[in-house]
């Protein structure tokens, strides 16, 4: 799953990930576990971008919104609960 994931992101979303954060970035997906106290699953994902300027401005935004359509182009319906970080390349 993560590495569907991952794949759904760093290939298919290939343009939106580079406008947001870089041409040559890349998301990798830490974890997908399911969180027995909140019933939802629980998204650990890093986004490695290249463009230091741009990405701390759309940083939690942008990444949440590639993770939740990869998530929706899967065929999950799940509410997620995102946990995000960003390094620098």
């Not at 990930?17 to 969180?35: I, P, R």
Request: hydrophobic content about 40%; charged content about 25%; proline content about 1%.
């Amino acid at each position: 799953m993560k590495r569907m994931l991952e794949h759904l992101i760093n290939v298919i979303q290939r343009e939106d990930l580079e406008l947001m954060f870089g041409k040559g970035s890349k998301v990798v997906v830490e974890s997908v576990t399911y969180s027995t106290n909140t019933k939802k699953i629980v998204i650990h994902s890093k986004v490695l971008a290249t463009d230091v300027d741009d990405s701390i401005d759309i940083f939690p935004t942008g990444l949440n919104m590639l993770v939740n359509e990869g998530w929706k182009y899967m065929g999950y319906n799940e509410e997620l609960t995102l946990i995000n970080s960003l390094d620098v390349l």
